[in-house]
């Protein structure tokens, strides 16, 4: 029930993970840029390599420090029909990633929420956000995976140990019969042994009495002229 549960909640989790995206501003290598960005529950570890491979299909992407990704005339048909400045970077507060994403034209002209192509952008992250959650999804099934393993090791180590208590179970028993008719086994001895012993006071009895005739007739045989 309780593992029901769990894969409820987070399917129900992975079904939240719809875009949000809003207009702001980030602080990028000393400088403010504008754009639009989204926020998802998903380690940033998750993230920058599939969205560095997201960003790629717009031009070469050059990374750098604090997950800071480049794209210099970059070529976003949903944006403009000409390069453009692509600037992004991903933050981690609070358990949740933000993704940012910064496109510019010349005489620093930003997307932002009142420029027309806002959509565009906005559809972009929504895209993005897709792709992590279908990769989340086979996270999960493969952690599933991971649990059933672990289970079933831990269930094939229980069996083992069960067999071996078994095994040493049957050989105490043996050992115990054994003892049992080792002690069978003295006891009718000991038994044979007490009525031998028996049999022997009485013919040492019998002859005590003999003996004792035989030094009483002695002794008249004495006393006679």
Same mark, same amino acid.
């Given at each position: 029930?309780?593992?029901?549960?769990?894969?409820?909640?987070?399917?129900?989790?992975?079904?939240?993970?719809?875009? #949000?995206?809003?207009?702001?501003?980030?602080?990028? @290598?000393?400088?403010?840029? /504008?754009?639009?960005?989204?926020?998802?529950?998903?380690?940033?570890?998750?993230?920058?390599?599939?969205? #560095?491979?997201?960003?790629?299909?717009?031009?070469?992407?050059?990374?750098?420090?604090?997950?800071?990704?480049?794209?210099?005339?970059?070529?976003?048909?949903?944006?403009?029909?000409?390069?453009?400045?692509?600037?992004?970077?991903?933050?981690?507060?609070?358990?949740?990633?933000?993704?940012?994403?910064?496109?510019?034209?010349?005489?620093?002209?930003?997307?932002?929420?009142?420029?027309?192509?806002?959509?565009?952008?906005?559809?972009?992250?929504? @895209?993005?956000?897709?792709?992590?959650?279908r990769h989340e999804e086979v996270r999960i099934e493969?952690?599933?995976? /991971?649990?059933?393993?672990?289970?079933?090791?831990?269930?094939?180590?229980?069996?083992?140990?069960?067999?071996?208590?078994?095994?040493?179970?049957?050989?105490?028993?043996?050992?115990?019969?054994?003892?049992?008719?080792?002690?069978r086994l003295e006891l009718e001895r000991l038994q044979? /042994?007490?009525?031998?012993?028996?049999? @022997?006071?009485?013919?040492?009895? /019998?002859?005590?009495?003999?003996?004792?005739?035989?030094?009483?007739?002695?002794?008249?045989?004495?006393?006679?002229?």
């Amino acid at each position: 029930m309780k593992k029901l549960c769990l894969v409820f909640i987070l399917l129900i989790s992975i079904q939240s993970i719809r875009a #949000q995206v809003f207009s702001g501003t980030q602080e990028i @290598d000393r400088a403010t840029k /504008e754009g639009v960005y989204t926020t998802v529950s998903i380690e940033d570890k998750y993230i920058k390599q599939s969205w #560095q491979n997201e960003l790629a299909k717009y031009g070469i992407v050059e990374v750098g420090r604090n997950n800071v990704f480049r794209i210099t005339g970059a070529r976003i048909s949903s944006i403009s029909p000409d390069p453009v400045m692509v600037v992004s970077k991903i933050t981690t507060e609070r358990g949740r990633s933000k993704i940012f994403l910064s496109i510019g034209f010349g005489d620093e002209v930003y997307v932002n929420g009142s420029h027309p192509k806002y959509l565009a952008a906005q559809k972009i992250l929504n @895209d993005f956000v897709e792709v992590l959650k279908r990769h989340e999804e086979v996270r999960i099934e493969e952690k599933n995976v /991971e649990d059933i393993k672990t289970r079933q090791l831990k269930s094939v180590t229980t069996s083992d140990k069960l067999t071996r208590a078994i095994e040493n179970n049957k050989k105490e028993k043996d050992r115990l019969l054994l003892k049992i008719e080792e002690n069978r086994l003295e006891l009718e001895r000991l038994q044979m /042994e007490v009525e031998q012993n028996k049999k @022997d006071q009485l013919l040492m009895n /019998e002859g005590l009495v003999n003996q004792q005739k035989k030094v009483e007739e002695a002794k008249l045989k004495l006393k006679k002229p």
